[in-house]
Structures are given as structure tokens and as C-alpha cells.
């Protein structure tokens, strides 16, 4: 059959990702020392990473379990916005939420101002404890909302059966929730290992010294202290090695993305016992994800006129590049989710994960390498950021376009194609149109994501290149943490207000 | 043997999927509409979609108006097909809807809006064209889609039971609007049905699809008046 949608194009797409990580792989390998040689000091980074990321995993995971179980079966004011408060922190700066962490769990923090009224020594943040508190707060919304909406997915009248028979909570849970939980459960625990296994600002801001550095880490340290390429051409392969198998292994297990947020709905139940346990699972969860925010936004507010003038630079160039790596994350995610959709073989998704498993850090460091003869990297700093974050993106946007995409193609296929809808006409009639909210949610998430990022721009930039990010890091580095929290009250509202203005475009005009 | 007579002719098709066969050997004539009747499963639908160019096919060829389109893309078919759904894109107005089989790309010049317009006036739509599928009944969708049907103006329509949701009386009305769009289009039809009174009301022939085979199309009155005994044992008779 004649051309598909996508079908040179998403290939081309698919490659070009594929090339670009490729380039950047040669780069590094050629400047690695041959026979490559990983150290003592090699090994303890690498246990750390799995280490640390395995803790992130389990631990969200355990911790969202009852959390969700309560959003499943408790109905109260409130409960809409605390699902979606859950979504946030998939488009929350890191670095934001670092120093709100720190504002409440940091040695001058209000937890530890709480033990010295106790008599208690102040809390060490500093760490594996430091690094696998954030990566929780990451990472444990995304795990209740993926068991809950498993446990969503259950028909009301299974829970009417309950109410019927009169099944007791612990019943239930063997009989409805464990099956459920059971498959979603790993997948959960699998994609949060790894996106901690290639965790860079987070171990960057918490992290450090010899026992507490992931690859990323290690990676920027042997190019940034000691420019040692040979070094941190090791360590990417390692990267490569590490995260690169983790996904091959976890695509396999993978939930699916959704966009939720509107189709939450609460089922009558008649199982759920005493609401005691359930509140305070509920009030523990919204307090460990609300008192850093508020923290920021307290202080930021004071902050906010304590800011030097570079915040304001800062948060120009940090919109240009979010733009500008949007719109390179929809042009090669389009054509590659389309192309995907029409495919039989599902197996060529796994090209999407090339961009999950490839360290940024690495193609940054290869980047830099095959830029370096000809000009200086410094230059290339902004564009090499937008186009690695719309990589780093590239996973996501291709899992939140490839079902509704299958689906359009499903329903539509076959009239479009007796129609000769083809090529631009095709996009413009029938698969825009069709899947503009899920088109605005991945440009949204995309922007948000870019805007957001501490990562491979912290390689090339010189004091005069700054996007937002790194700037908020250079100004708590220097301790000037009402000024941080001031730029991190701006950067939270960009990078909330991109994604906002993307997926009200989406939800705009929607025709079911 | 195909004859100049001919709009539709099917050589040793042999269509697979998985383990289902299906074969077809048959030439439907010009201007006939032609009733594809059959058990659930005998592959009707199955047909219709490889004549349309939606499935592939293992063998044989398929001729559209003396012109081989075996290896043609749906658009290139000479075939107009309504689907069991899907027939509409639920974001455009009717009148868009309609334009699309003028014009793919959706930029219609004057003479084709009015010839839009016209069809939908056709088909008792005019003042709902601006309308989107979600905003108008079911039997208006059918409508709409006839009136896309109309400015194809293809000359070999298939339909895979588009009025199936309907109610019997709106089906009926549906079903002489068909027939006459097609005699106003001067297209030959083959469509689907399930119910006998449907096959007997608006078609000429009848194929009868059982058993992994279309048969040839024999006119409409002599097959109910003597069916075989296969087509007896699905009629229930």
C-alpha cells in the first residue's frame, strides 16, 4: 500500500536520533585508552548508581502503594487536586525541588529545627539518604498514579460484588488489588530505576564526593575538574552499558504513558474499613509533596527582589531553548509515533528508548569532543542543550502519541486512505486534528522538561551562557539562597506556564 | 470470461488470513446493485475490504471498469466504500467531510463548494452543513456520507453495512437513498446485508458468501424464490 504517514519520515527521524547518539558514542570511544581499564574508584560509582537507584525504586514504590490505595477507595474534598498535584513533578525542575528538599529537610531546615526543639542533632541531607529523598519525591507520585490507574481499571461491578458478598478489606485485596498491583507494580519499579540511573542533578546538587556519585556525576566531574576525556569516555560507556540494558530489560515491562488527568474517576466502594489509616497515608503524602513547594515559595517570595539582573538573561535563554527543543522533540516524534503506529512489528519502539539509556552527559561529552577541533563548544552550548533535551524527551512524547495514534489509525485509517488523504494533507486533516490533546501534553511536558533542565549544559557553559537552571545552581552555590529561591519561584512559573499554555492549546476546540 | 458489460470482475481471487481462505471468482454488471449476503464470519466483510484495497490479497486480480487496480491503492480504485463506522472525521463539518471527496488537501475552489452544497442539498442536509457528525443523528451521519459518496462519483460503490445501527424504518429510507444517489452517480453497488427483505428491497443480485467462497451473483427474486440449501439453513427456512 502507497505511502503511509510517517513512513520516510519517521525512519528518518528514528535515524537521525539514532546517528546523533551514535556520533557522539564514536567520539567519546575515540578518545577513550584502549584496552579501557574501569578502576576502584569506577566500581563504586557503578555500585552506587544501581544501588542508589534500586533504593529510589523500591522506596517509591512501597510508599505509593497505600497512597494509592487510598485515592482508590476514599472520596474526599480535594482528592481531584491531589491527583493532579501527582502529575507535577514530572514537569517540576529539579533543581527547585532540591532546594525545597533542603528548606525542609536540610541541616537548617525546618525538620531539623524540629529536632533541635527535641534536643535531637540536626538531619544530614547530604548523601545516599539525600539523594534517594529526592529521587522519592520524583519518582513515588508517578508510581501512585500508575497503580492507580491500574486499580482504576477495575469495573465497578466488581466492587458492587464486594459490597453484595461483604468481603472484608483484607479479601479484597487478595482477590481484586493484588492482580492488578502485581502487574503494574514492576513496571513501575522498572522505569523509575531507570530514569535514577541516570540521575545528574540530583546527585549533582545532593550527591558528591567519593561515596555518594552516580556515572552522570562522575562523568561531569572527570570532564568539568580535570578535563579527562579518556575518563569520562569510560565512564560513558559504562552509562551506556548500565542504563542502556536496564531499558532493553524494562521496555518489556513498561506501563503506558496516559493522559489522565481529566478521565479520573472514583468508584463507589464498600470494602474500605476504618478512614484512620487511609488519612494519614493521604496527609503524609500531600505534606512530603506540598511543604518543599511551599518552602520555595515562601522564600522566593522574598527572594524575588533579591535576584541579580542574569536571573531575568537567564530566563530569556531558558524560553528560546524550551521553544526551540519543543518544536524539535514534535518533529521527530510525530513521524516516529506515526510511523510506529502503522508498523507491525512493535519491537521498533525500542529505538525511542535509545534516548532514555544514552546519558546525556554522554552525547554532551561526544558533542563536545567532535566540536571542539573546529570551534569553540562554548558557542554550540545552547543549541547541543535543546536538542539533547528533546532526546531526553523523545520517549515520553512517543508513548503518549503511540496508542491514540494507533487508535486514530484504527478508526480513520481506512477512510483517509479511500479518501487519498496523503503526506502534509494527511497531518493537517485528520491526525492533528485527532490528536491535538495528546500533541499538546507531549509539547507541554517537552517544554517543561527543557525549561527544567541541569544537565548537559552544565558541560559547556562559560559564565556568560546561562539557561535558568544552571544559573539558580551557580547563585545556591555561592549561598545565596534567597536570591536561588527568588529564580526558582521564576523558573517554576515558566516551566508550569509552558506546559499550561501547551496542553490548554490541546484541550482547546476537542470534538470527541 | 469478463465482458465489456462488466464493472466489477474478480479472477481467482484467494484472499488468507491466518487460517481463513477465502476465494472469489465472479463479474458484477454494470449499474446492477448487488446484495452480499452470508453467516456471520464468512468472510463479507472480508471481501468488500480486499476489493476496496484495505487487505491485501495472496492471488488473483480485481477490475474496476475494464482497468486492473489489483495493485492499486484505495484511492485509486474507481471504489467508493462505506464502512460499519469511521465514515466521517468527527472535527470537520459535514460540508468538509463532503468536500474531502472532492478535494483530499480540502481547498475547494467555488464551483466545487457549490457542487458540496449541492450534494448535500441532495441528500435533505443543506441547512446542517456546518454541522459536525457529533451534532447531528445517526441517520443524518448516513446522509452526509452518501453525499461524499455522490461527489466521488466513483463508479463502483461499496458498502460494508453502514446503516446497521439504525433502526429498521430509517435503514429502509437509507437504503432507497443509496439506490438512488447510485442511479443519479450511475455506479454499480455491492453491499452487505444480514436481513433478506433489505436484499429484496434494494438490490438485483445476490452473492452469496458461506464456507470459505463468494459465489457468482444471480438475480435476487430467482435466488428467494429457490434458495440453495445453504442459503436456506442461514435464512432459517
Known amino acids: 500500500m502507497a505511502r503511509r504517514a510517517g513512513a520516510v519520515t519517521g525512519p528518518i527521524a528514528a535515524g537521525g536520533v539514532f546517528a546523533l547518539i551514535l556520533a557522539a558514542l564514536l567520539a567519546v570511544m575515540s ?228 493522559l489522565q488527568t481529566g478521565r479520573d474517576r472514583v468508584v463507589r466502594r464498600w470494602d474500605a474499613p476504618s478512614p484512620v489509616l487511609d488519612a494519614g497515608w493521604i496527609i503524609v503524602a500531600a505534606g512530603f509533596l506540598l511543604l518543599p513547594l511551599l518552602a520555595v515559595a515562601i522564600s522566593g517570595m522574598v527572594g524575588l527582589w533579591q535576584m541579580p539582573l542574569s536571573v531575568l538573561t537567564a530566563t530569556w535563554t531558558s524560553f528560546w531553548v524550551a521553544v526551540v527543543s519543543t518544536v524539535v522533540l514534535l518533529t521527530m516524534a510525530l513521524p516516529i509515533a506515526a510511523w510506529l503506529a502503522q508498523s507491525r512489528h512493535g519491537g521498533a519502539e525500542a529505538v525511542t528508548l535509545l534516548g532514555l539509556a544514552a546519558s546525556p552527559l554522554m552525547i554532551g561529552t561526544g558533542w563536545f569532543i567532535l566540536i571542539y577541533p573546529f570551534a569553540a563548544p562554548v558557542t554550540y552550548a545552547l543549541p547541543v542543550t535543546a536538542l539533547v533535551n528533546a532526546m531526553m524527551a523523545l520517549p515520553f512524547a512517543v508513548r503518549i502519541l503511540l496508542p491514540p495514534m494507533r487508535q486514530v489509525f484504527t478508526d480513520y485509517g481506512r477512510l483517509s486512505a479511500g479518501l487519498g488523504l496523503h503526506g502534509f494533507a494527511l497531518w493537517r486533516i485528520m491526525l492533528v486534528p485527532r490528536l491535538r490533546p495528546q500533541i499538546g501534553f507531549a509539547a507541554g511536558l517537552g517544554a517543561a522538561m527543557s525549561v527544567g533542565d541541569l544537565g548537559v549544559v552544565t558541560l559547556f557553559a562559560d559564565p556568560d551562557v546561562a539557561t535558568l537552571p544552571l544559573q539558580m545552581y551557580r547563585l545556591m552555590g555561592s549561598y545565596r539562597t534567597e536570591a536561588a529561591s527568588g529564580a526558582a519561584l521564576v523558573l517554576l512559573a515558566l516551566a508550569f506556564g509552558m506546559f499550561w499554555i501547551c496542553d490548554a492549546w490541546g484541550r482547546r476546540h476537542v470534538e470527541r | 470470461m469478463r465482458g465489456d458489460d462488466d464493472m466489477l470482475s474478480v479472477e481467482r481471487l484467494r484472499i488468507e488470513q491466518g487460517d481463513f481462505v477465502l476465494t472469489a471468482d465472479f463479474n458484477v454488471r454494470r449499474g446492477l446493485r448487488v446484495a452480499v449476503i452470508g453467516p456471520s464470519g464468512a468472510g463479507k466483510s472480508t471481501l468488500l475490504n480486499a476489493l476496496g484495497g484495505y487487505i491485501d490479497v495472496v492471488a488473483g486480480t480485481v477490475v474496476v471498469d475494464g482497468i486492473d487496480v489489483s495493485a492499486a491503492s484505495p484511492d485509486k480504485r474507481g471504489i467508493a466504500m462505506l464502512f460499519q463506522d469511521g465514515n466521517l472525521f468527527p472535527h470537520l463539518t459535514l460540508a468538509q467531510n463532503v468536500g474531502l471527496g472532492i478535494r483530499p488537501a480540502l481547498r475547494l475552489s467555488e464551483a466545487e463548494t457549490a457542487q458540496v452544497m449541492g450534494a448535500l442539498g441532495r441528500v435533505g442536509l443543506r441547512d446542517f452543513a456546518d454541522r459536525k457528525p457529533g451534532d447531528v443523528s445517526g441517520g443524518q451521519q448516513s446522509r452526509a456520507a452518501l453525499a461524499r459518496v455522490l461527489v466521488q462519483a466513483k463508479p463502483l460503490l461499496l458498502l460494508d453495512e453502514p446503516f446497521a445501527a439504525l433502526g429498521p424504518a430509517l435503514r429502509a429510507e437509507m437504503l432507497d437513498l443509496t439506490s438512488e444517489v447510485a442511479r443519479d452517480a450511475g455506479a454499480t453497488v455491492l453491499m452487505i446485508t444480514h436481513a433478506p427483505e433489505d436484499a429484496e428491497r434494494a438490490a438485483d443480485d445476490l452473492i452469496f458468501v458461506d464456507e470459505g467462497r463468494a459465489e457468482a451473483p444471480r438475480a435476487v427474486a430467482e435466488v428467494m424464490a429457490n434458495p440453495p440449501e445453504a442459503l436456506c439453513a442461514y435464512l432459517g427456512r
Open chain 1, 31 to 258: 578518545r577513550a585508552d584502549w584496552p579501557v581499564t574501569i578502576g576502584a574508584a569506577d566500581w563504586s560509582v557503578l555500585r552506587f548508581t544501581i544501588w542508589q537507584a534500586f533504593l529510589s525504586a523500591v522506596f517509591s514504590v512501597l510508599f505509593a502503594i497505600p497512597v494509592a490505595r487510598a485515592l482508590a477507595r476514599r472520596r474526599f474534598p480535594g482528592r481531584g487536586a491531589l491527583v493532579t498535584l501527582l502529575g507535577a513533578p514530572f514537569i517540576l525542575p529539579v533543581i527547585v525541588a532540591v532546594l525545597g528538599i533542603l528548606a525542609v529537610f536540610g541541616r537548617a531546615g525546618w525538620v531539623s529545627d524540629g529536632f533541635a526543639l527535641l534536643g535531637l542533632p540536626p538531619m544530614s541531607i547530604y548523601g545516599l539518604q539525600g539523594v534517594v529523598l529526592a529521587h522519592v519525591f520524583f519518582n513515588m507520585p508517578l508510581a501512585t498514579r500508575l497503580i492507580l490507574q491500574g486499580w482504576q481499571s477495575i469495573p465497578a461491578e466488581q466492587f458492587r460484588m464486594v459490597g453484595q458478598l461483604g468481603l472484608s478489606p483484607r479479601m479484597v485485596f487478595r482477590v481484586i488489588e493484588w492482580p492488578i498491583l502485581r502487574q503494574v507494580a514492576p513496571g513501575a519499579f522498572a522505569l523509575i530505576f531507570v530514569i535514577c540511573l541516570t540521575s545528574f542533578a540530583v546527585a549533582l546538587t545532593l550527591g558528591g564526593g567519593p561515596r555518594a556519585t552516580t556515572i552522570e556525576l562522575a562523568i561531569y566531574q572527570a570532564f568539568r575538574f580535570d578535563f579527562d576525556l579518556g575518563r569520562a569516555a569510560v565512564l560513558s560507556l559504562l552509562q551506556l552499558v548500565v542504563a542502556g540494558g536496564a531499558a532493553v530489560l524494562a521496555l518489556w515491562i513498561l506501563p503506558p504513558l496516559a
